[in-house]
């Protein structure tokens, strides 16, 4: 049985609590869906790892996309938009979406 730290264990709890709060079906194909996703990923940005606007519900197919495919993340305007309203400095880095001055 793996241990998690109680800092870990509160973290889990206000996901759950955030997650059994959205729609079972998937942000962008509209399928049902059940993954819990991060918009900006936790491991790049950990200070958005409980923020509410960063989380969303997937489909596995989309989520596995979204994370690893960024042709398939910079079609997502809609998710950029929301991580612009998190911090649009990370939205630019993880999108990968450059604007001019």
Request: with cysteine; glycine share 0%.
């Amino acid at each position: 049985m793996k241990i998690i730290s109680k800092k870990q264990q509160q973290k889990n709890n206000i996901l759950a609590k955030i997650k059994s709060n959205l729609e079972k079906k998937c942000f962008l194909c509209g399928r049902p869906a059940n993954d819990l996703a991060h918009i900006l990923p936790k491991s790049l940005f950990p200070e958005y790892y409980t923020n509410k606007r960063n989380l969303i519900i997937l489909c596995r197919e989309c989520h596995n996309q979204f994370d690893n495919n960024i042709e398939f993340r910079q079609q997502k305007i809609e998710l950029y938009n929301i991580a612009k309203q998190i911090d649009e400095q990370a939205a630019k880095k993880y999108f990968k979406i450059f604007t001019k001055k």
